[in-house]
């Protein structure tokens, strides 16, 4: 059974204050993915608010990841993802939107990651332990031998740069990039198709390893920003290709 004391008492705009009290109790318990909340019937009674009501709430929350809502027996409402797990969905999410119609560019979206994968390496160089080390070098290996618009190769660039954020240690930067490995890279495969070089994309990786390998943040920087420059670059010359083309 719910809890009698765990939200704040309804005020004004009902079921955004149900989502907002939900919000804040999933994170000052620390609730993770599959975590169960309550019941709809145990959290209209606590909110003191009809099932409708509560139910827009449940349709807000759901809409942003954060939860989901289960029938049957056994059902109830769960965790379906953590706060910033639930941002970053949003966030990649908006930015498929604006890709779709246009309203953002390849190169606009790669002129944002420069300002978000460049100081993510610096904090992964010197926060990087010895796993972070591996798993680096595990990706890279992965990644060897396979055409770049590959779907292993796809997966391998994507454990590379993921662990580099996740070592990093600020999640909030984490949930922030998301968009770059749901959104931005399928989209740049897509485009530059046979235009990638795998050597060239692996030499790069083995630098930024290399830096992070050494506890050297300026050097990863560096080396991060080298890599991200390199693809700019395959953009703006296949952009020039098809303009000449056409």
């Known amino acids: 059974m719910a809890s009698v004391d765990r939200f704040s008492p309804v005020r004004l705009d009902a079921s955004e204050?149900?989502?907002h009290?939900?919000?804040l109790y999933v994170e000052r318990k620390g609730l993770k993915p599959g975590d169960r909340i309550g019941t709809e019937n145990e959290l209209a009674r606590?909110?003191?608010v009809s099932r409708p009501t509560l139910r827009e709430a449940l349709r807000l929350l759901a809409g942003s990841h954060l939860i989901q809502v289960n029938q049957?027996?056994?059902g109830g409402i769960f965790v379906s993802a953590s706060a910033n797990e639930s941002m970053g969905r949003n966030v990649s999410q908006a930015i498929a939107t604006m890709l779709a119609t246009e309203s953002v560019s390849l190169h606009e979206l790669l002129e944002a990651r420069i300002y978000l994968e460049v100081p993510l390496a610096g904090l992964a160089a010197e926060h990087a332990d010895k796993a972070t080390v591996a798993e680096l070098e595990s990706a890279i290996a992965a990644a060897e031998g396979n055409d770049p618009a590959s779907p292993e190769f796809?997966?391998?660039?994507g454990r590379f740069h993921k662990t580099i954020a996740?070592?990093?240690g600020n999640e909030l930067m984490v949930a922030f990039t998301s968009w770059i490995l749901e959104v931005l890279q399928p989209s740049l495969v897509e485009y530059m198709?046979?235009?990638l070089n795998a050597d060239d994309i692996l030499d790069q990786h083995r630098r930024i390893l290399r830096a992070i390998r050494r506890g050297q943040p300026a050097a990863a920087q560096r080396a991060?920003?080298?890599h991200i420059e390199h693809v700019r670059r395959v953009v703006r010359k296949l952009d020039a290709q098809r303009a000449k083309a056409s």
């Open 17 to 19: 204050h149900i989502a």
């Open 21 to 23: 009290e939900i919000r």
């Open 46 to 48: 606590e909110f003191g």
């Open 72 to 74: 049957g027996r056994a």
């Open 154 to 157: 796809r997966a391998a660039d």
């Open 166 to 168: 996740d070592a990093a």
């Open 193 to 195: 198709g046979p235009a």
């Open 224 to 226: 991060m920003l080298q």
